[in-house]
């Protein structure tokens, strides 16, 4: 009886405390802006009105502000990725999956709208840009870290030769640079989905030599001297090691200019202070930018090119930008490609990259 | 507002606990009513006051039946009142069905009527019936305090997801009831637990049943695994959320009947009904099957009872025909074993256990489906020629084996055996006041991580 008594006390005890314990903190604690971890801002205390009660609306963000600000979030969130990991054994947590230390995220199945998609809109941009100014087209593809990973540890995996065929096959005016055997798991961050810069001189050339561009530079890798935690990190929510980061000196890199069409400013190839920032990644030419152009005043080739990009590409270009005088670099998920005769004269290139990763091919939603 | 949600668990449930227990005894029906209230209108501000007029309406005419009873008036009160909350439920719920279900057999093109259902409509309409009725059949009095009758039919716990509370279960509490520490601890633990079933368990089968509709390879293995994920997600999604109200209930000094019973380890279609939403099948049991005769009837009239009320059950759970074919083969199995099978199924359980579960799995594929031909393409596909099984499907189930065995173990009464075993020897006894408490808080933890991992997930049965 006695014990009856002490396991009901107990358990009322231990239940309120939790439940009236993180209600006060949660009232008590000061509201955190964004979530480093997310990369992402937070949902605010809403305001309250009779129209926003009326219509639901102070509820519904009510409801993701007590998510979003809850205390100890990132732990609860780890917490879960332990349960479901290392509890219920289940493969993998929201789509993330860690082999061997190295994270990546399940993209299946393959989605044959979003590549009609793609190439769909590469070829607007073909047909409206390229080809009236003679310019060459070339077309390769980035596979992402489930080609190396995935099927062999027993994840799903798409039929990347189906995704490549589908590709070309509905642009058969871009000649297809195979660069899948230049690369392997190593050649990623553990924790990000990119490539690492340092490691992707083998790919740079396989890329120089398909579009018969100079690839003679030497480069040094320089320690960024910070702790890089990638965007899977964020995800996994579970206590993986940080990556290293370098980045590639050498070359005509110290020379170039680069022009950021948005801010219409000159800039460096390496944003520093990226570093300490939300994604060190955007170190790479200042990460998302809907128009950039390096200049290579070093550069006697004649050759103009413009590379049609996803977020692998700047942390590349600095290295193909070596073979050419110009190089622009354009990414159609943040300007539309009917106004890029607005913003770019194209009679001005020789050449043309459409390079994308197979991840924004399989997800092209974001395409415009 | 969800249970299963931190705005409910770390918002709305301490501060209504602490105005609860700081008021005094005369106004802790008030303040149960005034957080029924806040609680109902975070989901649904507008149909608030639809749910305050269903409520008067019902104490109106019990008042006024309890005046007349014996008399020609109370009867047309009766009727009026039925007519009204039944009316109500018509309107709502099921006017855009009819609509449309009349479009289509007479060809017509009917605008949309596009009347949003109001949450927990069909769970408070039926309390309100059952009420008028049994005061009608003089089987309770009628209540006098207004706020006391709209604490009962609002009250949070059960108000949108059953289980469905009759007057009787409470009438008593509604006046005078006891707390404690005994009573909260359980009423604690049930709520926890069926947090733990609901957020750990059917929303993560709920993965897999959505990866399984994602799917654009469904081969017959997946489809087997989807029919047996679907079936242990709707119970512990269902019997997770009465075990909170039940346990919500407790902890506010009320006792709610239960409404699971193990379903899945029934030996026959009629135990499994007897065991699975018992609160709903004795509704229409007392309510619909005894008055229109039940089995004291000629035979074809008997079953023609048993249609009725299986049809009206599907029609309960939803406004469409998926639902409706859904309660008809359960009439269709509930005629076949009260005409033939049951004598069999009595002296050979291990083949009932397998027949329920398999016609239980096929007729929650109906229940899940969009449409009927959609609901018997799903089951014709589990014994198709096609692809046996595919990378997909292997992939899921080697994922999802752990969550499958727990859920399939949790659906019988194993856990709660061991349990009463260890508990029974001195040791393990002391080892369960200490460990049980500390596992539950454990679980709330985990549970909590979860939502705050995931985002929307909504019930069930929130819409039925």
Request: aromatic share 16%; with cysteine.
């Amino acid at each position: 009886m006695r014990t009856t008594r002490l396991k009901s006390i107990l358990t009322v005890a231990l239940a309120a405390a939790i439940i009236f314990g993180f209600a006060a903190w949660g009232m008590l604690k000061k509201d955190d802006a964004q979530s480093l971890s997310e990369r992402r801002a937070l949902a605010a205390m809403p305001k309250l009105s009779i129209d926003s009660v009326l219509s639901g609306k102070f509820m519904s963000d009510y409801e993701q502000y007590k998510l979003d600000q809850f205390p100890l979030r990132d732990a609860f969130r780890t917490l879960k990725a332990v349960n479901t990991y290392y509890v219920f054994s289940q493969r993998d947590n929201n789509g993330i999956y860690i082999v061997d230390g190295i994270a990546s995220k399940l993209d299946y199945p393959l989605n044959e709208s979003s590549v009609a998609h793609a190439a769909k809109r590469f070829g607007y941009v073909y047909d409206t840009y390229l080809k009236p100014n003679g310019i060459k087209a070339y077309l390769s593809l980035v596979p992402d870290k489930n080609y190396f990973m995935a099927d062999a540890n027993g994840y799903l995996s798409i039929d990347y030769d189906k995704l490549k065929d589908m590709l070309t096959a509905d642009m058969a005016y871009a000649e297809y640079i195979d660069i899948f055997g230049t690369l392997s798991i190593e050649d990623y961050y553990k924790t990000d989905l990119h490539w690492r810069q340092e490691r992707i001189q083998d790919t740079t050339k396989a890329l120089a030599e398909g579009m018969g561009a100079d690839d003679a530079a030497e480069y040094t890798a320089a320690d960024a001297d910070t702790d890089f935690y990638g965007i899977y990190y964020a995800q996994s929510a579970l206590p993986l090691k940080p990556d290293k980061m370098y980045y590639m000196q050498g070359g005509s890199i110290a020379d170039y200019r680069v022009y950021d069409y948005e801010s219409g400013k000159y800039v460096d190839v390496y944003d520093m202070e990226a570093l300490s920032g939300r994604d060190p990644y955007e170190m790479f030419l200042h990460g998302s930018k809907s128009i950039l152009t390096i200049e290579n005043p070093n550069s006697r080739s004649g050759r103009s090119l413009i590379m049609f990009r996803d977020s692998f590409a700047s942390s590349i270009a600095p290295l193909i930008a070596e073979g050419f005088d110009r190089v622009t670099l354009v990414d159609i998920r943040y300007v539309a490609p009917e106004l890029l005769g607005r913003m770019i004269d194209f009679s001005q290139y020789t050449d043309a990259l459409f390079l994308y990763g197979t991840g924004v091919i399989n997800n092209s939603e974001t395409i415009k | 507002m969800l249970f299963s949600s931190a705005a409910f668990l770390y918002s709305f449930l301490p501060l209504t606990i602490a105005v609860y227990f700081l008021m005094p005894r005369r106004l802790k029906n008030a303040a149960l009513l005034l957080m029924s209230l806040i609680f109902y209108a975070w989901g649904e501000p507008r149909y608030a006051i639809l749910m305050l007029l269903s409520i008067t309406q019902g104490y109106i005419f019990a008042r006024l039946i309890g005046k007349g009873r014996g008399t020609k008036r109370a009867k047309a009160y009766l009727i009026i009142s039925l007519v009204l909350s039944l009316g109500m439920l018509g309107v709502f719920k099921y006017a855009n069905f009819f609509a449309e279900s009349f479009a289509a057999v007479f060809g017509l093109k009917i605008a949309a009527l596009n009347i949003a259902l109001p949450i927990g409509i069909s769970f408070y309409t039926f309390q309100l019936i059952s009420y008028v009725i049994d005061v009608y059949r003089a089987d309770v009095e009628p209540q006098r305090d207004y706020v006391a009758f709209a604490a009962y039919i609002s009250m949070f716990p059960q108000l949108i997801a059953g289980p469905i509370v009759r007057y009787s279960d409470i009438e008593a509490e509604l006046t005078a009831r006891a707390y404690g520490a005994d009573k909260a601890a359980y009423g604690a633990k049930r709520f926890i637990l069926g947090l733990g079933k609901k957020v750990l368990i059917a929303n993560v089968l709920a993965e897999l049943v959505n990866a399984f509709k994602a799917s654009g390879e469904k081969s017959t293995l997946f489809y087997w695994i989807y029919a047996a994920a679907y079936m242990l997600h709707v119970y512990f999604d269902f019997s997770g959320y009465s075990d909170m109200a039940i346990g919500l209930g407790s902890i506010f000094g009320f006792t709610f009947p239960e409404n699971f019973n193990y379903p899945y380890i029934a030996a026959s279609i009629t135990e499994f009904w007897r065991r699975w939403h018992m609160s709903l099948s004795s509704w229409f049991r007392d309510y619909v099957y005894i008055p229109l005769g039940g089995s004291r009837v000629k035979k074809p009239r008997a079953l023609l009872n048993i249609a009725t009320v299986w049809m009206l059950t599907g029609l309960w759970h939803g406004a469409d025909w998926n639902f409706v074919m859904w309660g008809i083969m359960f009439a269709v199995l509930l005629i076949a074993e009260k005409t033939l099978l049951l004598g069999f199924i009595k002296k050979h359980r291990a083949i009932g256990h397998i027949y329920t579960l398999f016609f239980v799995m096929l007729c929650f594929i109906m229940f899940d489906a969009s449409s009927v031909g959609e609901g018997f393409a799903a089951i014709a596909a589990l014994f198709s020629r096609g692809s046996a099984a595919n990378t997909e499907a292997l992939y899921y189930l080697r994922s999802y084996t752990v969550p499958l065995i727990i859920a399939a173990i949790g659906a019988t009464p194993l856990p709660k055996r061991i349990k009463a075993k260890l508990e029974a020897t001195r040791v393990g006894g002391a080892i369960m006041t200490i460990a049980e408490p500390v596992a539950l808080a454990a679980l709330l933890c985990v549970c909590t991580a979860y939502l705050i991992d995931g985002s929307f997930n909504p019930f069930l049965y929130f819409r039925f």
